[in-house]
C-alpha cells in the first residue's frame, strides 16, 4: 500500500551533488560512453533473436536484488500514444501527493530525460552511480547470459533508482512490443495499451491480431487491463490474451463511460475536455493537457489508470488530478522551442501519427503557411508518411538526422514526396542546416515543424537550445 497522502510531502531522494568522483563511472561524459557502446536496437541495427528474450533481463534485475520487486507500477504498452499516457499519469500522481518514478523512451537530447522522479531528472552524479551498479551486475552475468543490451541497461537502472528512492508508484512506457520487452519483469498494479498501429513488423509481426497480442503480453493474472477502442482483429486478440493470462480488460468508452468535446475559450484557445465516470470516480469536463483530438483518448486512458489505482489505495480526487494534467510536459509532442520564426518538434514516425499532427496543427495553431523539415527512418512507412505530410505542409525541407544509420536519404524522400505531392521542396545535408533554410522562407506568420523521427525532432531540439546558449552560429 502507498504511504498515507500528506500535504506537501516529497519523494525521499538522496541529494548528490553532480560533482562525479570515484565508481565505476567517475564522470558522467564517462557512464554516456558506456551506455553508447551497448547495441542499442532503437537506432535500427537488426534484432537479435537472444537479445529479444528476457533470460539475461532477470538475471540482470537477480543481481541487482532484485529492485522491481519493491515497486508499485503502471504499465503501459502500444504503438503511438503511450508516451503521452504515461506523462499525464505520472503528472496527476505527483499532484495527487504521490512519489511518482516516470520512465520512458527514447529520449531528445539528455539520456536523463528518460529518468524522472516528481518531475525532476536523474541527476548526473546518481545517474553515474546507479549505472555504475548496473554495468557491475552485467558484468556478473555476462558469462552465461551475454552482453547487456543499452535499453536492458537503462530499464535496470531506472527500476533500480525507483527502489532506492522509495517511490510511491512508478509508471513505466514499455519500449518494443510487451512480451519480451525488458520492462516485462515489473509487477504492475494496472496495465494499459494505447492506439494499435503496424509497426516494427519484422519483430512483432505482419498483421494487427500478432502485433496486438505482442502488446498485450503486459497483462498479468488479476491485473486490471485497459484499452481505448481498437480495429476488431486487435480487439479480439486483446480480449483473447486477457482471457487466457485471467486479466480483466476493459476499453474505455465501451466497458467504462468515457466523452470528449473540443471547444475554444479565451484561457485555454482550442482545446479538448473528457470526462469519464466509473462507480468510484467522476472526472467530468478535464481539459486536455495535449494538442490534438487524438490525445483526448489517450487521457481517458490516463484518467481509467488513476481510477483503477483508487482499487489498490491510491487516492487521487478530481481536483488534484486536474491539477496534475496541467502540469503534464510536452516534450516532444507539438512542442514550441523557438518563437521568432515559430518552430515546433514532434515525434511523429508513422502515418497516423504525421496526420494526428497536422490535424492538431490545423486546430490549435494559427498561421498563414507551414514549412516542414522532415526526416525518417528507412524501415517506417515512408510513402504512407510523405502523403499525410502532404496534406499540411505547403513546404518541406528534407534532411537526415546525424546519428540514425537507418536515415532515409533527403533526395530520396524529395523523389518520393514528388510521386505524392507538386509542392516546393529543398534538401539539407542535417538538421542545423534544414531549419536555416526553412528560416530562411517563413514570414512573422508562419510555423515550421521538425518531425518524421524523435532524432530529427530531438537534433532540432538540441541544435536550437545550443543557439540560445550561443554555442552554435546562425539563426534558428
Not at 56 to 83: T, Y
Not at 389 to 399: E, I, M, R, S, Y
Request: hydrophobic share 40%; glycine share 10%.
Amino acid at each position: 500500500m502507498p504511504r498515507p497522502l500528506s500535504a506537501n510531502r516529497k519523494t525521499p531522494v538522496v541529494v548528490e551533488p553532480d560533482t562525479g568522483g570515484g565508481g565505476v563511472f567517475p564522470t558522467y561524459p564517462a557512464a554516456l560512453k558506456h551506455l553508447n557502446e551497448r547495441v542499442n536496437y532503437e537506432r535500427g541495427i537488426p534484432l537479435r533473436g537472444p537479445d529479444f528474450r528476457l533470460a539475461r533481463m532477470r538475471a540482470l534485475l537477480d543481481a541487482l536484488e532484485s529492485p522491481e520487486r519493491n515497486l508499485r507500477c503502471v504499465h503501459v504498452a502500444g504503438s503511438k500514444g503511450k508516451g503521452s499516457v504515461v506523462e499525464m499519469t505520472a503528472s496527476c500522481l505527483t499532484a495527487c501527493g504521490y512519489a511518482t518514478g516516470c520512465y520512458t523512451s527514447p529520449h531528445l537530447v539528455d539520456v536523463r530525460e528518460r529518468l524522472r522522479i516528481d518531475g525532476e531528472q536523474i541527476g548526473p552524479t546518481a545517474f553515474c552511480r546507479t549505472l555504475g551498479r548496473v554495468a557491475q551486475a552485467a558484468e556478473a552475468v555476462k558469462a552465461e547470459h551475454g552482453d547487456a543490451t543499452y535499453f536492458e541497461l537503462i530499464t535496470a537502472q531506472a527500476l533500480l533508482w525507483f527502489a532506492e528512492q522509495a517511490v510511491d508508484i512508478a509508471v513505466v512506457e514499455v519500449g518494443l512490443g510487451g512480451r519480451l520487452d525488458a520492462t516485462n519483469l515489473i509487477e504492475p498494479e494496472v496495465t494499459a495499451i494505447t492506439a494499435l498501429h503496424l509497426e516494427h513488423t519484422q519483430v512483432l509481426g505482419d498483421t494487427l491480431d500478432k502485433i496486438a497480442r505482442e502488446k498485450a503480453g503486459i497483462f498479468k493474472p488479476g491485473v486490471a487491463a485497459l484499452t481505448i477502442p481498437q480495429d476488431p482483429g486487435a480487439m479480439a486478440a486483446l480480449r483473447d490474451v486477457a482471457q487466457r493470462v485471467g486479466a480483466t480488460l476493459e476499453v474505455i468508452g465501451e466497458d467504462i463511460e468515457f466523452s470528449y468535446r473540443f471547444e475554444a475559450t479565451p484561457e485555454l484557445g482550442p482545446h479538448a475536455r473528457v470526462s469519464l465516470t466509473t462507480p468510484r470516480s467522476t472526472y467530468e469536463h478535464l481539459p486536455v493537457p495535449l494538442r490534438g483530438e487524438h490525445q483526448a483518448q489517450n487521457c481517458g486512458l490516463a484518467l481509467a489508470i488513476l481510477d483503477k489505482l483508487g482499487d489498490r489505495g491510491f487516492d487521487t480526487p478530481e481536483l488534484r488530478v486536474a491539477e496534475g494534467l496541467s502540469r503534464t510536459p510536452t516534450v516532444g509532442r507539438m512542442e514550441q522551442v523557438w518563437d521568432e520564426p515559430r518552430i515546433l518538434v514532434d515525434g511523429a514516425h508513422t502515418p497516423e501519427s504525421v496526420q494526428a499532427l497536422v490535424r492538431a496543427i490545423g486546430a490549435h495553431m494559427k498561421y498563414d503557411s507551414m514549412v516542414a523539415v522532415f526526416g525518417c527512418a528507412s524501415d517506417k512507412d515512408v510513402r504512407g508518411m510523405l502523403s499525410r505530410l502532404a496534406t499540411g505542409a505547403d513546404k518541406v525541407v528534407f534532411t537526415k538526422a546525424a546519428n540514425n544509420p537507418r536515415s532515409v536519404e533527403p533526395r530520396e524522400l524529395q523523389r518520393k514526396f514528388g510521386e505524392v505531392s507538386g509542392k516546393m521542396t529543398q534538401v539539407a545535408r542535417s538538421v542545423p542546416e534544414a531549419l536555416t533554410l526553412a528560416a530562411r522562407a517563413v514570414g512573422r506568420d508562419d510555423l515550421i515543424c521538425a518531425t518524421g523521427s524523435f532524432y530529427i525532432a530531438g537534433e532540432a531540439k538540441r541544435h536550437l537550445l545550443d543557439v540560445r546558449a550561443g554555442r552554435a552560429g546562425g539563426k534558428a
